[in-house]
């Protein structure tokens, strides 16, 4: 039972900890990218669209990843070039991200009597790893996606904290002026990461459809940017730190979709509020700005 | 690119912007949707301001929007994001229909004011949660804002499928209220209720409040220089606190008003996301109550139009969301291009 709730943690976790990390990306740049749960939907839609429409797994990871590059570009341009309130921005992206994604799914699947599935990803367990007792069972026996969330979470550690590549992001986040003194290329650097960053927010999105309820709906992502979002913050905007937090509401989750099914006397929608009111407790618990990158949210214009 | 800047092309810029790029976006869309563009058009202008009919679907919708907008106004003004404004209608909704079921026995201009405030009450203290957060110990209140719409919807639907449930069992709603908690109509045999007055007077408050006291100007100052007003002496956590109030307590009156004047009861989805059209209605009013009266009927006559559009051609409802996002977006577009830097 534990193996269970846990194992499937660890799956609900997957597109969370892929648009943590995407958002961690953005943010140790300096750009608060609050549209994330728009470039989520969006690209939860791509890469349902796409997967459904070429019969390809593959191509729906793909879409899912373009959309959300997309998305980071104009995140981009809204807040580096237009230097717009990030705040606002991020809004606006989020509305029309909820809109564009309902439309297109109306538009091209609307007509259809049955909501259109797809096979989606299933469980390929690793060999060997998989075969090891408890720990196998709940992390080597998943989808290639949450595979991948686990090589993403090193590489992206590795990156940010010991290449000169993941010093440079950290280094506009902080200071761009200094940056900028010192022969960095601000808007360059942080156009990277903002189109980097909201690739992977796109993929956590795609994962819905692709690994998860494999199928569209309209409030499929649900809160999870939101989330994602928050536990960036309580991940003290640190690769393995957030990605720990994501592990943690995946169990959190899972537990709670555990309760539903076991037929206790709990009443569904009590139980559907856990994972929210979690959240803003752990924004309570862990909700400071230590770690924060010091010019998050503020353009940086060249005097 | 050199922009003059007087006054009027300042003042429309963003609104124009918002149309003409609203209908580069869109026509294409409704094209892709198979539908015809002469019908839509048609469509959207008869069901926003073309006809009668459309007409009170317009005032309906203007009016939560309306009374939304002018809270989210007060709130943007001091510097917080309120985006919970959706979870507040919802807690509103749900203590005026409480009151609704349970004082039928209370006469009407006794028992009206009586749900206004406290829809008041309920929504401002579910406003209360994230600014204290916020002001005590620096969370967000954008993200639990946000976070705590999905409770509120949750304990509304727990609430009308448990304790508040009706009599039909298939549907997630509670009894209709008492005869004495429902809003007078103010067009005769039309849904058009007095909930828009009461929107109206609260506007001519807000307006009044903004500009015409001293706790107006503190909110000002408060919002454009926090530093300022740190060194000026001012109690800025209490005039945040204030302004989140303010701005949920009006939230709640929106629910109210759904159910008083509209509804005559309470349904899971009594709104279609008003507390999130709401932003760009305050928004595109400048942050000014005069302003938001004018967004918030180009909003709620957009909205009854884009849903006759659906009714007649099929287009996704979707697209109202669409041009939310891009109405915000045109507004942060032109004060980028007015000021060169961030305004707003």
């Not at chain 2, 009668?52 to 003004?77: D, E, M, Q, S």
Request: charged content about 10%; overall charge positive; glycine content about 12%.
């Amino acid at each position: 039972m534990i193996e269970d709730i846990l194992s499937a943690g660890v799956r609900i976790a997957a597109p969370i900890a892929f648009a943590c990390l995407g958002e961690l990306i953005n943010q140790r740049s300096g750009i608060m990218n609050l549209g994330i749960e728009g470039i989520m939907l969006i690209s939860a839609f791509s890469g349902f669209a796409g997967a459904f429409l070429t019969g390809s797994l593959l191509v729906g990871v793909l879409f899912g990843l373009i959309a959300g590059a997309l998305m980071g570009l104009l995140v981009g341009v809204l807040s580096i070039k237009l230097k717009a309130n990030q705040v606002i921005a991020g809004i606006a992206i989020w509305i029309f991200g909820v809109g564009l994604s309902i439309y297109a799914y109306r538009a091209i699947f609307g007509g259809m009597s049955i909501p259109p599935t797809i096979e989606g990803f299933k469980a390929t367990p690793i060999p060997i790893l998989g075969d090891i007792p408890v720990i196998g069972e709940i992390l080597f026996r998943q989808n290639v996606l949450v595979y991948l969330s686990y090589l993403l979470v090193f590489a992206l550690w590795f990156i940010l904290i010991r290449t000169k590549l993941g010093l440079k992001i950290t280094a506009v986040g902080e200071d761009p002026k200094v940056a900028d003194i010192s022969g960095i290329n601000v808007f360059k650097m942080r156009y990277f990461a903002v189109i980097a960053g909201s690739a992977l927010i796109g993929l956590g999105g795609a994962y819905l459809p692709l690994a998860y309820i494999h199928t569209f709906a309209e409030n499929v992502v649900s809160g999870r940017g939101w989330i994602a979002f928050s536990l960036v913050i309580f991940g003290r905007w640190h690769p393995l730190k957030t990605f720990a937090a994501a592990l943690m509401f995946g169990i959190i989750d899972a537990s709670q979709l555990y309760i539903q099914g076991s037929g206790f006397a709990v009443p569904l929608e009590l139980m559907l509020m856990l994972p929210y009111l979690f959240t803003i407790l752990v924004l309570v618990i862990g909700g400071t700005k230590s770690g924060m990158p010091a010019s998050l949210g503020k353009p940086y214009s060249r005097e | 690119m050199k922009i003059p800047k007087d006054r009027i092309f300042r003042l429309l810029l963003a609104p124009v912007m918002a149309i003409i790029v609203s209908i580069v976006i869109c026509v294409p869309l409704i094209v892709l949707a198979g539908a015809d563009i002469v019908e839509a058009a048609t469509a959207l202008i008869l069901g926003s301001f073309g006809t009668g009919y459309g007409l009170v679907g317009t005032l309906i919708k203007t009016t939560p929007l309306l009374l939304i907008g002018l809270g989210l106004t007060v709130c943007f003004k001091s510097g917080l994001y309120n985006i919970g404004a959706e979870g507040q209608l919802y807690m509103g909704a749900l203590v005026a229909t409480f009151l609704g079921l349970n004082l039928g026995g209370i006469i009407s201009p006794l028992l009206i004011p009586i749900m206004i405030i406290f829809a008041f009450l309920m929504g401002a203290l579910w406003a209360l949660i994230p600014v204290i957060l916020k002001v005590y110990r620096g969370i967000s209140e954008i993200i639990s804002s946000f976070l705590l719409n999905f409770v509120a919807t949750y304990i509304v639907l727990f609430m009308i499928l448990g304790p508040m449930k009706g009599p039909n069992p298939g549907l997630a709603q509670t009894y209709y209220i008492s005869e004495n908690a429902i809003l007078p109509s103010i067009i005769a045999n039309t849904r058009a209720h007095f909930g828009f007055i009461i929107a109206i007077l609260i506007a001519a408050s807000v307006y009044f409040l903004m500009y015409k006291t001293v706790w107006g100007n503190k909110l000002k100052i408060v919002g454009a220089q926090p530093e300022v007003a740190v060194v000026a002496g001012l109690n800025v956590k209490r005039v945040l606190i204030y302004a989140m109030v303010i701005s949920g307590g009006l939230a709640g009156i929106a629910g109210m008003v759904e159910v008083s004047g509209l509804h005559y009861k309470l349904l899971a989805d009594i709104s279609p996301g008003y507390g999130y059209i709401a932003i760009a209605v305050a928004l595109l009013g400048k942050l000014n109550p005069a302003g938001v009266v004018m967004a918030s009927i180009f909003m709620g006559g957009l909205m009854n139009g884009v849903m006759e559009m659906q009714r007649v051609t099929g287009i996704p409802v979707g697209i109202v969301y669409i041009v939310q996002g891009i109405v915000i977006l045109t507004i942060i577009i032109s004060e980028a291009l007015l000021y060169g830097r961030r305004k707003i």
